[in-house]
Nanobody, 117 residues
Framework: QVQLVESGGGLVQAGGSLKLSCAAS????????MGWFRQAPGKQRGFVAR????????YYKGPKKGPFPISKRKGNHTVYLQMNRLKPEDTAVYYC??????????WGQGTQVTVSS
């Protein structure tokens, strides 16, 4: 089993920044990628970004890298989502997920991000 703990969410004014963190523990050697999804009120959960834990390859929704770059801490299973120039439409619950080489994806409990106009 893998446990995911997210942190860094909160209330911020439009144009502000937040940095989300997600730390994995447990059977982390089974993981090959970690990433972020978000779910706005009344909408489905959607993909934001993913990073592979060995090569550090990044994947984003859409053709451009971003708008929120994903990174990882070298040497352990912690990933970050740097959110700059936030907009009210970025308001959502942000979920960390971890993908094992075999088996089902793990999910964190989510962290609320609220951007006021």
């Amino acid at each position: 089993q893998v446990q995911l703990v997210e942190s860094g969410g909160g209330l911020v004014q439009a144009g502000g920044s937040l940095k989300l963190s997600c730390a994995a523990s447990g059977r982390t050697t089974s993981l090959y990628a970690m990433g972020w999804f978000r779910q706005a009120p009344g909408k489905q959960r959607g993909f934001v970004a993913r990073i592979t834990l060995t090569g550090g390859n990044t994947y984003y929704k859409g053709p451009k890298k971003g708008p929120f770059p994903i990174s990882k801490r070298k040497g352990n299973h912690t990933v970050y989502l740097q959110m700059n120039r936030l907009k009210p439409e970025d308001t959502a619950v942000y979920y960390c997920n971890a993908v094992p080489t075999v088996g089902s994806t793990y999910w964190g409990q989510g962290t609320q991000v609220t951007v006021s106009s």
